[in-house]
């Protein structure tokens, strides 16, 4: 049985975010990028998480919660980001349940790609929708 991704564009995992959490590939694009992250916020990746952070903004540790699950992602919108761009913002709504309740992340990410890498660098603007 094939494991669909949790990213949200349907392809099996193995194929999708799986060689970027395994750093066979590097995502080509700061959405690909968001993508993986949510897939990795999914799966429990945390390693993979610091690794595609900004050393400028990236925290010490990413303890993730065993009670919140991430459950779908809507892309929103995106600007730049492309692969023959260095900067690019992705918005999307991360939904996830939270001790039985549902809940949204609203966030507008700003992404830098440096030495052929997209890294997470932070929230543009974040809310609870």
Known sequence: MTTRCPC??????????????????KAPTAEALMRSRFSAFALGHEDYLLATWHPSTRPASVDLDPDQRWTHLEVLSRTGGTPFQTTGTVEFRAHYRWQGQRDVLHENSRFVREDGAWLYLSPAESRSD
């Open 8 to 25: 949200g564009l349907g392809d099996p995992y193995d194929t999708c975010c799986g060689p970027f959490h395994q750093g066979r590939r």
